[in-house]
């Protein structure tokens, strides 16, 4: 069962451009969404988070965009950069107090100079 | 700056063989977690612990045994090692912030492939 979904599964833009990763989730006890940014050989690290009381988040040229009512949330990567090229997970956890993400199966970015 | 080391970094085993897998982290957190990465199917929970000698089943524990002997260290045994279980396993330990929610901190990462 897939809790929570991306799309696309790769994506590439111009440098410059403005990268839009989709994300899912079925699940409405989920309540904190974080991304997380991943290089090819390196473990994913956190990269940006919304909590379900938020309809946006903004950190420099990455922006949430959260809809509760449609389950829907997006990354929008402005300016996009070639150093930007790496996979995205979107990420769901619930307000059930066992620490317990469930993960998208990712976007893979490539931004080309 | 959080810590998380795993080791080894790669590791071919035979079919049949037993595999450990190592995770050590210095952040002194009370949650380590096993994931388990495929393409396609992103990060997928296997064993996850929140203290020493106590461990939980997560989404995909079939095959797997993990051990939580210390707050620093935590292991993924596989007794009997599958070629399905050919991946790339990640280990992460977790604070959680009262405003920002819990933060994964991840490994490189483990490769292992099974012949």
């Known amino acids: 069962q897939q809790q929570v979904r991306q799309s696309p599964q790769s994506l590439t833009v111009w440098e410059g451009e403005t990268a839009i990763l989709n994300c899912s989730y079925e699940n409405s006890a989920f309540d904190y969404f974080p991304w997380y940014q991943q290089f090819p050989g390196e473990g994913p690290a956190l990269l940006i988070a919304?909590?379900?009381?938020?309809d946006k988040k903004e950190d420099g040229r990455f922006t949430i965009f959260f809809n509760k009512r449609e389950k829907k949330l997006s990354l929008h990567i402005t300016d996009s950069q070639p150093g930007d090229s790496a996979t995205y997970f979107c990420a769901a956890e619930a307000n059930t107090g066992n620490y317990k993400y469930v993960f998208g199966a990712g976007t893979r970015l490539k931004v080309i100079a | 700056e959080a810590a998380v080391t795993q080791s080894p970094r790669s590791k071919v085993a035979v079919t049949g063989g037993k595999v450990t897998l190592s995770c050590h982290q210095t952040n002194n957190h009370d949650y380590m977690y096993w994931y388990r990465q495929d393409t396609g199917h992103g990060l997928r929970l296997i064993h996850y612990s929140y203290v020493a000698d106590s461990t939980e089943k997560g989404d995909i524990p079939d095959g797997y045994k993990a051990s939580r002997p210390s707050q620093e260290n935590f292991s993924l045994i596989l007794e009997l090692a599958s070629l399905s279980q050919t991946a790339v396993y990640f280990c992460?330990?977790?604070?959680?912030?009262?405003?920002?929610?819990?933060?994964?901190?991840f490994g490189e990462g483990s490769r292992l492939i099974v012949v």
């Open positions: 919304i909590r379900s009381v938020s």
């Open positions: 992460a330990s977790s604070v959680r912030d009262r405003y920002s929610g819990n933060t994964l901190y």
